[in-house]
């Protein structure tokens, strides 16, 4: 069931049948790219996973940071240096082609056809585009509108990239405030879209694991005003209402 679903925030949250749209993060949320890093890792040496997100999540802070997943070649260095890997550049290319294969968490095909009855599904990535029709794939193809950094021109938390999909459901004659956003990044998402107003549902995906993973972590925790363990919760909470 879900964690205190919607008590989270600082008020009630509008119900879940009250939105027209919902958004989603979708690396990290719908697609489980940390096991992917992990698994590219795993087949040039053997590490320890949280050791090696840890050393990926402070290599992607780092102001050079390009764009997901091309950067995994940069990353894969800091990587290397830290837990005494081979740098080559066929290890670094291998790296951004785990990640650019990364795999649906198991529930995120069947909750997002279920979601998809319900909403106009956006999807919100961090991600170029090239991987993100990768991954759309392998999703089966549920999203109704989608935006990549190559589109927008940033990245998640910058307000800017929430904008360009607040003024597109606009231009479909929709309020933005109807749009119910999805995410288990407290740092790329949760917290931004609590201070644009809008209502968020947190998917912690590492609730039994400790720390953050290979996600960036936030000055302070966002409460959101839906939160639970997987998307399925998510889709069975929105099948009652």
């Known amino acids: 069931m879900g964690l205190r679903c919607g008590t989270e925030g600082s008020s009630m949250p509008k119900p879940l049948a009250a939105f027209s749209h919902a958004s989603f993060d979708v690396v990290g ?25 840890d050393a990926y999540r402070d290599a992607r ?47 995120s095909v069947e909750a997002l056809a279920r979601l998809k009855t319900r909403f106009r599904l956006i999807a919100m990535t961090n991600a170029r585009r090239w991987a993100f029709e990768k ?13 990549t950094t190559d589109e927008t021109g ?22 933005p405030a109807r749009i119910l956003h999805v995410a288990q990044s407290q740092y790329h998402d949760i917290g931004i879209s609590r ?30 005003d839906y939160h639970f ?3 399925a919760e998510l889709a069975d909470a929105v099948d009652r209402a």
């Not at 597109?168 to 929709?174: I, L, P, Q």
Request: contains cysteine; charged residues 30%; negative net charge.
């Open 154 to 175: 940033t990245e998640k938390p910058d307000p800017a990239f929430f904008r360009q999909v607040f003024d597109h459901v606009a231009a479909e004659g929709d309020d």
């Open 229 to 231: 363990r997987s998307l």
């Open 135 to 147: 991954y759309e794939a392998k999703l089966g193809h549920p999203f109704h509108a989608s935006f």
């Open 61 to 107: 802070r780092q102001p050079e940071a390009q764009r997901f997943p091309d950067d995994l070649g940069r990353c894969y260095g800091h990587i290397a240096a830290r837990l005494g890997l081979p740098d080559t550049p066929a290890a670094r290319r291998a790296l951004i082609d785990a990640a650019a294969e990364a795999e649906p968490f198991a529930d």
């Open 29 to 53: 949320t719908l697609i489980d790219f940390e096991s992917a890093i992990t698994a590219g890792l795993e087949a040039i040496a053997r590490v320890d996973r949280e050791a090696a997100l």
């Open 195 to 224: 201070e644009l107003g809008m209502t968020n549902v947190w998917i912690q995906r590492r609730a039994d694991d400790a720390g953050h993973g290979g996600t960036i972590a936030p000055r302070e925790h966002t409460r959101p």
